[in-house]
């Protein structure tokens, strides 16, 4: 906007004063206070109150309506808040503000001027752009620096009241001034309603985003919290990932161990891998080597079978050229009690002969001359000091003929204490084990030896006892099964439902030998507190089998304490005493008719010499001890027992060797003797 300064004739005081108030009002309802603030104080007012004479008749003679219609179009109460508002808003208010300060400096400037009667019309031109803008600015502060200065101006020429003209052109150049400030003015106005309506967008837009901070900020609380526990859960990732790297460390630290162990298993590896190579072709040559000698072993076999065959055959010619029948003497020592007791004098001539008579001081007290000198002879004689060990080295020969496949009776015969269960089962100490229990241990013995041989052996064992000529079951002494003798296949003599069963050990022989012993009738005699009251027989039964040449032995082994003779006349349970006598004595007559080689023996009148008849006098091969006491009131008994054995010692049997070459049944349980 550019002020040109007009002088303009003062009208009369009517017209001033009418003029006064339009301009007043026009000026003040054109430019609205809220837009432009309050009028200073030394404004356009006091400027107009000043010449309000002049300027009344003017507006009556001019009737000035364009100032009506601008006041109209103003919004006397614009709602934009300058101060809170938009962006726009402030550029409002800075478009106001210099427009202002141009409105003040034409007050400031023009009005002053026109108290100082110098009126300067200001003549606006266009402002279009903000540099005009700036050098109006530029403008008014030039002209109040020099109103500060106080210039000494010139008086503007007076239009002296007659000039109608002049004061025409001057009210014409001031009604122009207006319209341009009108103008200025409605443009403004329209820049202010485009500024609300844009105020409007920008509120609701600000409105909108605002609802959307609210948002964002709730958002941003979840966020906040989600943040949060992220923040525990990195903290706590970062942990495990710290005890990971502690791990992951010590994992490495293994890893490297075990790389440095593999890297020296490789190499062994290797070297095994070189040592296998090595060995597979020795292991090569050493199984050609191996299949020679499996030959070698076999031709060995076969020649050590042929050699096992010849000493076997030469093992029992021998047995057979001792005797089919064998007899052994035993006397035993006097016990502590019997020490002072008179005992017989007993010579032990040789080894195989023993004299035996009264004790000499006996002998002196009869005073009589005596003949009573008695020997016999016999397979073998052992003396008290002999220890069973001694007395087994015969039987030994005999158990190895059972394994053979013979059938083998021992039995012990003698008077009531002579030692004859002693003999047979011994005592409870190792080394006074008996015939029973060593015979067995050796049995057990030549199995495991004879299986290097190819044979295996089946071991079973029945105990029996006849007392008062009924045989009872030993291991089953309950049983009500009546156990008679019969002829299995009109061969073998066996007990019907005798209890038979398998023995694997030494040991389980001879647990079952204490559960006999147990299940035996045992009493108190004269000579013996525990005396044996019946015939006890352990059968033991053996079947061996070579299954390269499908060879069967079947033999038995019979041990046989049989029940003390003792003198009817001193026996306290006779009947007892008259069954023993009367088996013993059948014994006797079996032994005196095989001796005489009678056409009848008279096994069945006793159960012992029918169950025994096989050893006695067939397919078999017989040991008897006969046991005879020290103590000279058994004098008689123990010459008995002698003349018995010696005549037992002249009998002649012949034994043959069960041996057959057909298979076993693997099935059956009991074993079938031939
Ligand atoms: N060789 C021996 N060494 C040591 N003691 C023996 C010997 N022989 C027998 N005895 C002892 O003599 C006693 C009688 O022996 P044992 O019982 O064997 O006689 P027995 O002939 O069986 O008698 P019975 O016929 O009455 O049963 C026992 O105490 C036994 O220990």
Redesign the pocket.
């Known amino acids: 906007m550019s002020i040109e300064k007009t002088r303009i004739p003062l009208p009369n005081s009517s017209k001033l004063a009418s003029l006064k108030l339009q301009a007043s009002t026009s000026v003040t309802a054109a430019l609205p206070r809220k837009v432009l603030g309050p009028l200073p104080s030394n404004g356009l007012n006091v400027g107009l109150k000043r010449r309000s004479k002049s300027y009344t008749d003017l507006s009556s003679i001019t009737n000035f309506k364009p100032l009506d219609g601008l006041r109209k179009k103003i919004d006397p109460k614009p709602t934009v808040n300058l101060t809170t508002g938009p962006p726009a808003a402030k550029k409002l208010r800075r478009s106001v503000s210099t427009s202002q300060i141009s409105r003040t400096n034409v007050k400031s400037v023009n009005l002053k001027k026109l108290a100082v009667k110098k009126p300067v019309v200001m003549k606006p031109t266009n402002v279009t752009n903000n540099t005009q803008q700036t050098k109006v600015f530029k403008r008014a502060a030039d002209t109040k620096v020099t109103e500060e200065v106080k210039p000494k101006v010139s008086k503007p020429a007076r239009i002296p009241p007659y000039d109608y003209k002049a004061r025409f052109n001057a009210l014409t150049e001031k009604y122009t001034n207006l319209q341009t400030m009108y103008k200025e003015a409605k443009d403004k106005l329209t820049d202010n309603e485009s500024i609300k309506e844009n105020y409007q967008d920008l509120f609701n837009k600000h409105s909108i985003l605002q609802c959307d901070m609210e948002k964002k900020i709730g958002e941003n609380k979840i966020i906040n919290s989600e943040k949060n526990i992220l923040l525990s859960k990195v903290d706590s990732l970062v942990n495990d990932i710290q005890v990971l790297e502690k791990k992951y460390k010590e994992v490495c630290d293994a890893h490297e161990i075990l790389n440095s162990d593999f890297k020296q298993l490789s190499e062994d590896y290797k070297n095994v891998s070189n040592e296998n190579l090595d060995l597979k072709s020795k292991l090569g040559s050493a199984m050609s080597q191996i299949e020679q000698l499996q030959n070698a072993v076999d031709s060995y076999k076969a020649y050590l079978w042929k050699n096992g065959e010849t000493l076997r055959s030469m093992h029992n010619t021998i047995q057979d050229l001792k005797g089919k029948i064998r007899v052994i003497c035993?006397v035993?020592?006097a016990?502590q009690t019997e020490q002072e007791s008179l005992l017989c004098n007993i010579s032990f001539l040789d080894e195989c002969t023993i004299e035996i008579r009264k004790n000499k001081e006996s002998l002196s007290i009869s005073g009589k001359p005596t003949d009573a000198k008695l020997e016999f002879t016999f397979d073998k004689v052992f003396g008290?000091e002999?220890t069973q060990k001694e007395v087994f080295e015969d039987l030994a020969h005999l158990v190895q003929s059972a394994l053979d496949g013979y059938h083998i009776c021992v039995f012990?015969y003698?008077?009531?204490?002579?030692?004859?269960?002693?003999?047979m089962q011994g005592?409870d100490s190792d080394e006074s084990k008996g015939m029973i229990p060593l015979a067995v241990e050796r049995i057990f013995y030549a199995i495991k030896h004879l299986q290097c041989q190819g044979w295996s052996y089946t071991i079973q064992a029945s105990f029996l006892e006849i007392y008062n000529e009924t045989i009872k079951d030993l291991l089953d002494p309950k049983s009500k099964e009546s156990l008679d003798i019969q002829h299995n296949d009109g061969k073998s003599i066996g007990v019907k439902n005798l209890t038979i069963l398998d023995v694997n050990c030494a040991e389980d022989l001879m647990d079952l030998m204490q559960l006999a012993n147990k299940n035996r009738a045992v009493a108190a005699?004269n000579?013996?507190e525990?005396?044996?009251r019946s015939h006890a027989v352990t059968k033991i039964y053996i079947q061996g089998v070579q299954e390269d040449s499908s060879i069967i032995l079947c033999g038995s082994l019979n041990l046989v304490?049989l029940?003390?003779s003792e003198s009817a006349k001193t026996s306290e349970r006779l009947t007892e005493t008259k069954n023993i006598n009367k088996s013993l004595s059948t014994l006797g007559q079996v032994m005196l008719a095989l001796h005489n080689k009678d056409a009848h023996i008279p096994y069945r009148n006793s159960k012992l010499t029918h169950l025994l008849q096989n050893c006695l006098g067939g397919n078999s091969k017989t040991l008897m001890f006969v046991?005879i006491s020290p103590m000279e009131e058994c004098y008689s008994e123990s010459v008995n027992s002698l003349r018995f054995a010696s005549k037992v010692k002249e009998v002649k049997v012949n034994a043959k060797r069960n041996k057959t070459y057909s298979k076993m049944d693997a099935s059956s349980n009991s074993l079938k003797f031939s």
């Open positions: 035993r035993r020592p016990s008290p002999s012990a003698g008077q009531t204490g002579s030692g004859k269960t002693y003999t005592g005699t000579f013996n525990h005396s044996s304490d029940a003390g046991n």
